[in-house]
């Protein structure tokens, strides 16, 4: 028999590798911002995500070369017991319990998930020690205001070990900014007194940003706080703008933003710090948030389960024009959506069933400038039958049954992925109000050039493909066709040579594969002229093959796009200008 503490060891010491190299990449951030090097943000981003699965890997085939030759069968109940008190001096102990579920069903081939060989359940709900440091510093304007912004600007932890200090373009400036922003923004903060800043220690490190986030106390009230941080050309720091808003913060933490770069040892604590100011998202959200994706998912099952067992609605087939290459259906008490890849596509999607999972696999690594939902991937997910309403069993059975096996008591789905429920938007823009029509539309169009200059082409663009979420923002879902926008020749359509060909119902010119006719957009986009016109008015340069290639050129020459998390009417002027107290 494989010896029980031999395992649990072997696959505790590859947590503790993973989370080293983990914690290096992360702590490399402040140096990559302050040398401005973006295009090394995205190789550490890249190498960072794709660490996990590599670790676990490398232990997997360290337990397949034990010599278990004369008993292969491993005991994974004992292994566990094992595990359990390998792990209960860690503090991220429920972060050790992944990774051994991941090691698990990767030996095990995904088989059934059960608590008595994995840890379906945490055995250490809250960290079995004591965190080591404090997470926040507190700041009290003692001496005003403006010396306590000096002394949070002052302890900022940027990158230690670079030579000298981090200038910064003009603090007077920012901290005056900063304070009328404040006044403007919490107008229930009436005076300095009673009023407290509790700033997270390490910073958040994404794109080309670093961001100071904590909270704001005056006299019992809380309200959460992040001030951006970015570099001009000359390399010198400033504040962009102030965030003191919980949905404006949200935003922030989106799941439509890439992850950050966050030196936190103890990520239980800071989980629970960002989840106290943002109540309404996800626990899972909030540690994919930080990097933890892979325990993101382990706390969005686990919270899954609890909310089946304290509900009782179906899963329903999702709202909207139905897909050709996915089933999608939901639990409408959930804010989830759930996506299989179907049995059979139309010919007109030349695509294949692996085809489709590199697709989210490039969305996964990339930046996702928060126009692109996150995802995550299960395999062989047991959901009780008794939930799925007749008309989704039946929809699964027609077009899914590869993919899923339907008992009286289950189905399990041998793979699927999970997405944040939001509104298609062609849906939204139908009971829309003048108002909401325009900003719709406005969001739409900047969601194609974000996601362009990020160079990734959506490829099918239809309105039915993109979502609206809870703060308004437009947001693309549908991944099958996504491509790097450098692989695709935008072209002019050709002028006609001859009548015949100006008269033609077909096309009279030669395409690729890889061919895309930018003016063609304005006619399948749109089926009311009124849409259309509103649209050319606010993106028409969209509808040029010029603009493309534009954005193909920036990208080839190393150019990396500005992505605020905040809309760009918040950020700060950058004229001279000071606070004064009197």
């Known amino acids: 028999m494989a010896d029980a503490a031999t395992i649990a060891t072997l696959i505790h010491a590859g947590y503790r590798a993973y989370r080293e190299r983990f914690q290096s990449i992360t702590r490399d951030a402040g140096a990559r911002f302050r040398a401005a090097d973006w295009l090394a943000v995205q190789a550490a981003n890249a190498e960072r995500l794709a660490l996990y699965g590599r670790y676990v890997e490398e232990v997997v085939t360290r337990i397949r070369a034990l010599d278990v030759a004369a008993d292969p069968v491993i005991h994974w109940g004992a292994v566990r017991q094992q595990y359990v008190e390998l792990i209960s001096t860690e503090y991220n102990a429920e972060l050790f319990e992944t990774f051994f579920n991941s090691t698990h069903r990767t030996l095990t081939d995904d088989s059934d998930v059960n608590d008595t060989e994995m840890f379906v359940t945490s055995a250490y709900r809250v960290p079995p020690v004591e965190a080591r440091a404090p997470l926040t510093r507190r700041y009290r304007p003692d001496n005003g205001a403006v010396d306590m912004m000096r002394r949070i600007a002052r302890e900022l932890p940027f990158d230690r070990t670079a030579p000298g200090e981090l200038e910064w373009q003009d603090l007077d400036r920012d901290i005056g900014s900063v304070l009328r922003s404040l006044v403007e923004a919490r107008p229930e903060i009436e005076s300095v007194t009673g009023l407290e800043v509790e700033i997270i220690d390490p910073l958040f490190y994404r794109n080309k940003g670093a961001y100071v986030v904590g909270r704001l106390g005056c006299n019992g009230q809380y309200w959460p706080l992040a001030l951006p941080l970015l570099l001009d050309e000359q390399g010198r720091v400033y504040i962009d703008t102030l965030i003191c808003d919980e949905d404006e913060l949200s935003v922030m933490f989106s799941f439509t933003r890439a992850y950050f770069m966050v030196l936190e040892e103890h990520p239980h604590a800071l989980v629970d710090f960002l989840g106290a100011m943002l109540p309404n998202k996800k626990r899972s959200e909030l540690y994919a948030s930080i990097g933890l994706h892979k325990h993101g998912k382990t706390v969005f099952y686990r919270d899954l389960l609890e909310h089946l067992d304290n509900s009782d609605d179906p899963f329903v087939i999702a709202a909207g024009i139905k897909g050709m290459v996915m089933c999608v259906f939901t639990l409408p008490s959930y804010q989830t959506v759930f996506k299989i890849i179907k049995d059979r596509f139309p010919p007109q999607k030349h695509i294949t069933r692996e085809q489709v999972r590199e697709q989210y696999h490039i969305v996964k690594k990339h930046d996702r400038v928060g126009r692109?939902?996150?995802?995550?991937?299960?395999?062989?997910?047991?959901?009780p039958r008794a939930r799925f309403s007749p008309e989704l069993i039946e929809e699964l059975q027609s077009i899914a049954a590869g993919s899923v096996e339907i008992t009286a008591e289950t189905v399990r789905i041998r793979h699927l992925y999970?997405?944040?429920?939001?509104?298609?938007?062609?849906?939204?823009?139908?009971?829309?109000?003048?108002?909401?029509?325009?900003?719709?539309?406005?969001?739409?169009?900047?969601?194609?050039?974000?996601?362009?200059?990020?160079?990734?082409?959506?490829?099918?663009?239809?309105?039915?493909?993109?979502?609206?979420?809870?703060?308004?923002?437009?947001?693309?879902?549908?991944?099958?066709?996504?491509?790097?926008?450098?692989?695709?020749?935008?072209?002019?359509?050709?002028?006609?040579?001859?009548?015949?060909?100006?008269?033609?119902?077909?096309?009279?010119?030669?395409?690729?594969?890889?061919?895309?006719?930018?003016?063609e957009f304005r006619r399948f986009l749109f089926g009311k002229?009124?849409?259309?016109?509103?649209?050319?008015?606010?993106?028409?340069?969209?509808?040029?093959?010029?603009?493309?290639?534009?954005?193909?050129?920036?990208?080839?020459?190393?150019?990396?796009?500005?992505?605020f998390p905040y809309r760009r009417k918040k950020r700060f002027g950058r004229r001279a200008t000071a606070w004064s107290e009197d």
């Not at 325009?438 to 974000?450: S, V």
């Not at 259309?532 to 534009?550: A, C, I, N, R, V």
Request: net charge negative; glycine share 4%.
């Open 372 to 383: 692109m939902a996150d995802t995550q991937e299960f395999e062989n997910l047991l959901l």
């Open 418 to 519: 999970t997405e944040r429920l939001m509104t298609p938007l062609n849906l939204y823009i139908e009971t829309a109000d003048e108002s909401a029509l325009r900003e719709a539309l406005d969001e739409y169009g900047n969601a194609i050039k974000q996601l362009s200059a990020a160079n990734i082409f959506p490829g099918d663009m239809l309105l039915k493909n993109f979502g609206v979420t809870r703060h308004g923002r437009v947001v693309f879902y549908d991944y099958d066709e996504i491509c790097y926008l450098t692989d695709v020749n935008f072209r002019p359509i050709p002028e006609p040579a001859t009548p015949e060909q100006e008269l033609s119902a077909d096309a009279w010119y030669t395409v690729a594969a890889n061919d895309v006719f930018p003016e």
């Open 529 to 563: 002229p009124r849409i259309k016109q509103l649209f050319s008015s606010m993106h028409g340069e969209l509808f040029d093959p010029t603009y493309w290639q534009g954005l193909q050129s920036a990208i080839r020459t190393g150019r990396v796009m500005d992505v």
